[in-house]
């Protein structure tokens, strides 16, 4: 740790003084528990529903005292970054996104590999591609258990379809799109009859969507080389997403920014791609008297992930074996299951996603659509794509070309072209 | 800015009185030891706090500078110099810069200009000066994050309600986040709202002590409001005009909250618009740090800007003492 | 404040703000302006001021107008600027999501020591910067000036290192100790001792026999109280609202300040507005207040040297 050993003990000692300046400015530590109890912190984003299952947890084990905190997603990722570099300040057991997991993979040897507790015995409980997001060294690092994921499936409005002429039950919907080719002819449908309405929110979030459904994206499985520029699976998705927007088809909206929820509010977009927990945020922005517009069908080209966490245990906490104890049973299939209960959150576990009780799981907003069944089978068709270490990197590139194409700043192929470029750049 | 010359007097670090012949009584030496020592006394802890968590840091951040070094991982090997080639290469860096210094410009310019309008507006015979006063500083209270908060949504695409009221009067709306002009003035707006009424207070503290026998004569030569205004306040309060610019540049040349907020990706993903125009040197420097965990990059960055910001205000300072000579 | 405290904190570190043209040499009160004014204000003047207040105070309102409301009344086309009825269950809200209580006191702790701190160190530097000699005393000053220049995010990381080390991630020392005093405070009150703390009385008072100490504060304190009242206010709004070093030192369950505390209302995977909003206008209302109880003196400090004749 201590790369200027000298600077830092002075440093060290020059404080001490300081602090001597000021009497005692409270202030209470972590640390050990007062009263002998052994104290874990888990750090989470969002909501994770935890907060009945750590009550339980802690009658089951009168020894252990478990405190949560949560933050924003993305200051969640910083801070836990910040606190690796540190060496101290990093929960117990930590909550790391799908999207950011591969960065942290990078780091392994700031976690416990927690295959030494035994989780390889695990594995058996999760679908097989999310086991192996979690891991990593051809399966023999365990860095993280799977919480939930983001099965995908299309909401849509059913009086936006209606008043365009386009059928509003879901089965039908959803057969009007097999592929994304169908979806931008729908869109041209839609557009024809109501020019006025937005198909979808943002052309980002359709190219993220197609992009998750192909086995690899920006970067090659097999080395972990970049291959986004010359990868045809990538210029077609951005095509077509790009096309919805030189269209005018989108929203142009950042997704789940105020903008976009004032867009829901007001009904300006037909359809958005929709992984499990965006249906909370769609109800949220929509408000009550959308209540029964909304509706959730198959998506376009089959199943696709979006989100889910992972728990991972950091080496410097002080109680490993016990805080993988704990991350063991918040995702075990019985536990998953209420979450899903509870919050919305899909399980990652056939156990629990084919589980009758989670199947037959309606939701009364979005016109009391079977998501349950939608969702679990969803995930039964999924081919994760490849996530490269760099795959943050590159990402938000790409989507502020779409975005220069939705403004119309760009052609379609100048965007791409200016992406290629600067996503070369970024990963050097 | 200027420093006090010294006045010539008492000899340096020797007691107002002259120690009597002989063996100085410990009375006499306590003295001496207290005007020798004390005000070194009293001045360290400030160099030590800034020495701790101020200097510290930042020869640290040299030292990173040099390597490659991940935020997690630490370091990976020495580079030399080979961030900064690599810096001095980046067209992001230079777009950054140049963003940096257009809003530096659009906010400061203006602000200054209103803030000295509003001084003036301020230093007429009022009723309740105070209660005037209190309220042109009332934003300055208010912090950061909420006033981006609110001020996002004022400048909202299609529901904001500046595009509203736009709407009133005929105008298109305006992408307020898409257009680099467009950006640049809201974000602007968003500086000027919080730091106007607070130069404008300490342009009124300057005006008022201009002497009036200065306005007396030239109201007695029949010089117009608009005239004195200009010939005879702006001009006495030179120094303290200067002075604000230079304590805006500071400012101006790391700002980060209110754009990166601007952006509706947030600390998330935000780089400052879909083509990086409004991202701003800190903004850029959070992304590579805190984003892309380029430790190493991250802090050349860092250094560059620090010495461009020593640059431009050595370079105000410069100006304005000679400017203070002159006056 | 101006050296470690990231985030905001820049801006507000920078501007240090002299009462009086800079650069007049030292010493010597201005005369005779002090009540004199050039011109009485006519009705557009009024009509001026009036329009300035009320873009001073419209944003406020407008964060207070969504505290009032449904998150979701955000998304009406036309935003209404008539209150809604939804404030008191909204800050219910707050107070049951995070220990706003806690967070509260934990800010008075932090802005208040930062606060005294500064106006001690600060004013007793500052004094020493202006009215006592002593060797380097000028290229010292220099240095002073010249931090105000560094980038403070860009220490951040070894910093948290550091407080690594000493063990104080999560405790409140960690935002405390780095602004105890910063080249604002010092600054702010060399410009003030410079202006209302005449030689001859230092020189008197030496005489005497007073020794340094007791110099300054028989002295050189009383003087300059009003502008050390301001100071201590700034620095106070400062270390009350700064944010980005406390999200990343702090624990927000165990030692939240009043903005890590509103971090954690943002943290669903969609943000709140109202529920922000209302706690944001809840993180206001201690700072408004000490403004409107102290605005005449604040505002009197700031015109400090300008008033004494």
Redesign the interface.
């Known amino acids: 740790m201590s790369r200027i050993p000298v600077g830092r003990a002075t440093a060290v000692a020059a404080v001490t003084m300081v602090a001597t300046l000021v009497a005692a400015c409270g202030g209470g530590g972590g640390g050990a528990g007062d009263d002998g109890k052994i104290k874990l912190t888990i750090g989470v984003f969002s909501d994770f529903g935890y907060a009945g299952l750590i009550k339980e947890y802690q009658q089951a084990h009168p020894t252990i005292e478990i405190e949560q905190r949560t933050v924003k997603m993305e200051q969640h990722h910083t801070q836990l970054a910040t606190q690796l570099a540190g060496g101290r300040g990093a929960a117990d057991i930590v909550a790391i996104e799908e999207g950011a997991i591969a960065q942290f993979r990078q780091s392994k040897d700031k976690f416990v590999n927690l295959a030494d507790h035994g989780a390889k015995e695990l594995e058996g409980q999760w679908a097989p591609w999310k086991w192996n997001q979690g891991t990593t060294d051809d399966g023999d690092f365990v860095l993280g258990l799977g919480t939930d994921m983001g099965s995908l499936a299309l909401c849509y409005r059913r009086d936006l379809f209606q008043a365009a002429g386009l059928p509003t039950e879901r089965e039908e919907v959803g057969k009007l799109w097999p592929t994304w080719e169908d979806y931008l002819k729908v869109a041209d449908t839609f557009t024809a009859a109501t020019p006025d309405k937005k198909f979808v929110d943002t052309a980002q979030n359709v190219y993220k969507a197609i992009l998750d459904q192909t086995e690899e994206g920006y970067f090659a499985k097999a080395d972990d080389s970049f291959i986004g520029d010359r990868n045809t699976k990538v210029e077609e998705a951005f095509e077509l997403a790009a096309t919805l927007g030189e269209k005018k088809q989108t929203g142009a909206l950042a997704s789940f920014s105020q903008d976009w929820n004032v867009a829901l509010k007001q009904a300006s977009f037909a359809t958005t791609t929709c992984p499990a927990w965006a249906l909370a945020l769609i109800k949220a922005g929509a408000g009550d008297e959308a209540a029964g517009k909304w509706d959730v069908a198959a998506a376009p080209g089959g199943g696709g992930n979006w989100g889910g966490s992972f728990l991972a245990v950091p080496k410097q906490g002080e109680h490993t074996e016990e805080a993988y104890e704990l991350a063991k049973w918040l995702t075990a299939p019985e536990q998953q299951k209420r979450i899903f209960k509870e919050t919305g959150n899909l399980p990652s576990e056939p156990a629990a996603y084919q589980d009758p009780e989670v199947t037959a799981t309606k939701n009364e907003y979005f016109n009391s659509a079977p998501v349950g069944e939608i969702f679990g089978n969803s995930a039964e068709s999924l081919q994760p794509t490849y996530r490269g270490t760099k795959d943050s990197v590159v990402t938000p590139v790409f989507n502020n070309a779409l975005s220069r194409v939705e403004s119309g700043k760009q052609s379609t192929a100048e965007a791409f072209a200016q992406a290629v470029r600067e996503a070369r750049d970024a990963i050097k | 800015?200027?420093?006090?010359?010294?006045?010539t007097?008492?000899g340096?670090?020797a007691?107002?009185?002259p120690p009597p012949a002989g063996r100085p009584s410990w009375r006499d030496r306590?003295?001496r030891w207290?005007?020798?020592y004390?005000?070194?006394l009293?001045?360290a802890?400030?160099?030590?706090?800034?020495?701790?968590?101020?200097l510290?840091?930042?020869?640290?951040?040299a030292?990173?500078s040099l390597h490659d070094w991940?935020?997690?991982?630490?370091?990976q090997g020495f580079t030399g110099l080979a961030n900064y080639t690599e810096l001095l290469a980046?067209?992001n860096f230079w777009n950054a810069l140049g963003n940096t210094l257009s809003l530096f410009l659009l906010s400061t310019i203006p602000q200054l200009l209103a803030a000295l309008g509003?001084a003036a507006?301020?230093?007429?015979?009022?009723?309740g000066r105070?209660?005037?006063?209190?309220?042109?500083?009332?934003?300055?209270?208010?912090?950061?994050?909420?006033?981006a908060?609110?001020?996002?949504?004022?400048f909202?695409?299609?529901?904001g309600?500046v595009n509203?009221l736009l709407g009133v009067v005929g105008i298109d709306p305006v992408?307020w986040r898409?257009e680099t002009w467009a950006s640049h003035l809201a974000i602007s707006s968003m500086v000027m709202?919080?730091?106007t009424?607070?130069n404008a207070?300490?342009f009124?503290?300057?005006m008022?002590?201009?002497?009036?026998?200065m306005?007396e004569s030239a109201m007695l030569d029949g010089a117009s409001?608009w005239r004195?205004f200009w010939s005879i306040?702006v001009p006495?309060?030179?120094?303290?005009i200067l002075?604000?610019v230079i304590?805006s540049t500071?400012?101006g040349?790391?700002l980060?909250?209110e754009p990166q907020l601007f952006d509706?990706?947030?600390?998330?993903?935000g780089?400052g618009?879909?083509?990086?125009q409004f991202q701003t040197l800190?903004m850029y420097?959070?992304e590579k740090?805190?984003?892309?965990?380029d430790?190493g990059y991250s802090?050349a960055i860092?250094?560059v800007?620090?010495l461009l910001?020593?640059v431009v205000?050595l370079v105000n300072f410069a100006v304005?003492?000679r400017i203070?000579?002159k006056g | 404040m101006a050296v470690v405290a990231p985030g905001e904190t820049t801006r507000e570190a920078s501007r240090e703000a002299p009462r009086r043209a800079p650069g007049k040499g030292s010493g010597r009160a201005p005369r005779g302006a002090s009540r004199f004014s050039v011109a009485h204000a006519g009705p557009l003047s009024y009509a001026l001021l009036v329009v300035v207040l009320l873009a001073s105070v419209f944003p406020l309102y407008y964060s207070f107008l969504i505290a009032s409301k449904d998150n979701s009344a955000l998304g009406d086309a036309v935003p209404s600027l008539v209150p809604g009825g939804n404030l008191v269950e909204n800050l219910t809200r707050v107070f049951d999501t995070v220990d706003f209580w806690l967070a509260m006191q934990n800010s008075l702790v932090v802005a208040g020591t930062v606060a005294i701190s500064n106006v001690v160190l600060g004013t007793l530097a500052g004094f020493a910067f202006a009215r006592l000699r002593f060797r380097g005393r000028n290229s010292l000053f220099l240095v002073v000036v010249g931090t105000s220049m560094v980038p403070t995010q860009l220490g951040v990381i070894p910093l948290y290192m550091l407080m690594s080390d000493l063990d104080w991630y999560g405790t409140l020392q960690a935002v405390v100790v780095p602004a105890l005093i910063g080249a604002f405070s010092v600054f702010w009150m060399r410009q003030a001792c410079e202006e209302s703390v005449p030689y001859e009385l230092v020189e008197a008072a030496r005489v005497d026999g007073c020794n340094v100490l007791r110099t300054f504060w028989h002295v050189a304190f009383p003087a300059v109280r009003p502008q050390a009242a301001v100071m201590g206010m700034f620095t106070f709004m400062t270390a009350w609202n700064d944010f980005f070093w406390p999200l990343i030192v702090l624990d927000p369950n165990d030692s939240p300040t009043v903005q890590v505390a509103l971090s954690t209302l943002a943290s669903g995977y969609y943000t709140d507005y109202s529920l922000m909003l209302s706690g944001a206008s809840l993180a206001v209302l201690p700072v408004v207040a000490i403004f409107v109880l102290l605005a005449r003196q604040i505002v009197g400090g700031i015109m400090q040297g300008a008033v004494k004749g």
């Open positions: 800015m200027t420093v006090a010359p010294e006045r007097g008492a340096r670090g007691g107002p009185v306590l003295g207290d005007t020798r004390t005000p070194y009293v001045v802890p400030f160099f030590l706090v800034f020495g701790v968590f101020g510290y840091p930042l020869l640290y951040t030292w990173v991940q935020l997690i991982d630490g370091d980046d067209e509003l507006l301020l230093d007429r015979g009022l009723r105070a209660f005037w006063r209190a309220g042109v500083l009332l934003p300055n209270v208010i912090s950061v994050a909420a006033v908060l609110v001020f996002a949504q004022l909202g695409r299609d529901f309600i509203h992408d898409a709202w919080r730091w009424g607070y207070l300490i009124l503290a300057a008022q002590s201009v002497p009036k026998d306005y409001r004195v306040t006495s309060i030179r120094p303290t002075f604000t304590v500071i400012g040349m790391q980060f909250v509706p990706g947030g600390t998330a993903t780089t618009g879909d083509d990086r800190v420097l959070y740090g805190f984003r892309l965990f430790a802090s860092a250094w800007l620090f910001v020593l205000a304005a003492r203070a000579s």
